[in-house]
């Protein structure tokens, strides 16, 4: 990639974390949560039957994110922060999906559907009279729904039903965050694999220096909720192709030579025990793939055996998780 790519990456990225940030810190107001101020009891909250169980779930969920050993107050910035990494990186993913055509376009707007996407386009002219009196068109209502559509694909990134979908941005929000991630970051750099990381390591940057500060400058010790953010930087490529090329690679060619006991594709397992974004992962499938290829698998089999047989990934940090899942 581009440096002048990876600069608008992670310009982009900060801009948008600013963004929803804010907006889920004033949401929340809405529910008596509050930086730096004494939490409002529901009783003194003119909130509706929906809202007292909106209230509850998210109380219990920043309750949970103190169990690591945060104050309240770290709890709720951290719970902050969980909401919109798990938000962007959604549109994100939709953003790769469209942009490789794996999907319909649902974020990038053309002056031929009246600028909007196409999916919401289509969504528009079924459900005309909703979205006329919804202030985004019902944009939010409809990026919901294709969250739901996929999270049966990717439920670990896009599961509408954990403590980090309790509460979405608003309209002005979603506008906004779409249109510097379909604007400010090229088609071409969306095309790359390795968008899903740097997108990681820059969304971290304030943290990582931060760890850094209290280390070297005020000597603190590093907590455990500090280790994602200090030790997850992204490998550069060619670091990855040398360690998969004389992992697996190494593997294959000593099967290959009879210098191994054989085994069949299918039997080979490999497990990347620091998994970040998957990104040595996405090496070892396009290697896996060439091999099932030498061996005369099916083409239009391989992707599936691959995904069902071959690739395992481990890691302390479950937004990592959802990215290598993604």
Same mark, same amino acid.
């Not at 798990?86 to 002056?111: F, K, S």
């Not at 060619?253 to 069949?264: F, T």
């Given at each position: 990639m581009k440096p002048e790519q990876k600069k608008?990456?992670?310009?982009?990225?900060?801009?948008?974390?600013?963004i929803l940030e804010k907006d889920i810190e004033n949401q929340l107001i809405t529910y008596g949560i509050i930086i730096d101020e004494p939490w409002i009891e529901k009783d003194k909250l003119s909130l509706t039957d929906e809202q007292e169980q909106i209230y509850k779930n998210l109380r219990d969920a920043i309750t949970k994110e103190m169990k690591g050993g945060l104050s $309240?107050?770290?709890? !709720?910035?951290?719970?902050?922060?969980?909401?919109?990494?798990? =938000?962007? &990186? /959604?549109?994100?993913?939709?953003?790769?999906? $469209?942009?490789?055509? !794996?999907?319909?376009?649902?974020?990038?707007?053309?002056?031929? =559907?009246? &600028? /909007?996407?196409?999916?919401h386009r289509n969504f528009f002219e079924v459900a005309r009279e909703f979205c006329k009196s919804q202030s985004d068109e019902g944009l939010s209502y409809f990026i919901s729904l294709?969250?739901?559509?996929?999270?049966?694909?990717?439920?670990?990134?896009?599961?509408?039903?954990?403590?980090?979908?309790?509460?979405?941005?608003?309209?002005?929000?979603?506008?906004?965050?779409?249109?510097?991630?379909?604007?400010?970051?090229?088609?071409?750099?969306?095309?790359?694999?390795?968008?899903?990381?740097w997108i990681y390591q820059y969304f971290n940057e304030k943290e990582k220096d931060?760890?850094?500060?209290?280390?070297?400058?005020?000597?603190?010790?590093?907590?455990?909720i500090d280790i994602p953010a200090a030790t997850q930087l992204f490998t550069p490529d060619w670091i990855v192709e040398w360690i998969v090329n004389n992992s697996l690679?190494?593997?294959?060619?000593?099967?290959?030579?009879?210098?191994?006991?054989?085994?069949?594709?299918?039997?080979i397992k490999l497990l990347d025990p620091a998994c970040g974004s998957g990104h040595f992962l996405v090496k070892a499938y396009d290697l896996f793939y060439q091999y099932y290829v030498e061996d005369g698998y099916p083409k239009e089999k391989i992707p599936f055996l691959i995904l069902r047989h071959n690739l395992h990934g481990i890691d302390i940090d479950a937004r990592a998780i959802q990215l290598t899942a993604l």
């Open positions: 608008a990456i992670n310009r982009t990225i900060l801009k948008c974390r600013a $309240e107050k770290e709890a !709720l910035i951290s719970y902050i922060r969980e909401v919109t990494y798990t =938000y962007l &990186n /959604r549109l994100a993913a939709l953003r790769v999906m $469209e942009v490789r055509g !794996l999907m319909e376009e649902v974020l990038i707007q053309r002056d031929e =559907y009246g &600028n /909007r996407s196409y999916g294709i969250f739901n559509e996929i999270s049966s694909d990717i439920g670990l990134l896009f599961n509408t039903d954990d403590e980090y979908s309790i509460i979405s941005p608003s309209n002005q929000a979603l506008i906004e965050t779409i249109r510097l991630l379909t604007t400010e970051i090229d088609e071409d750099a969306w095309q790359q694999d390795e968008i899903i990381g931060n760890v850094f500060d209290r280390l070297y400058n005020k000597k603190e010790k590093i907590r455990s690679g190494k593997l294959r060619e000593e099967i290959i030579n009879g210098e191994r006991e054989y085994k069949k594709l299918e039997d």
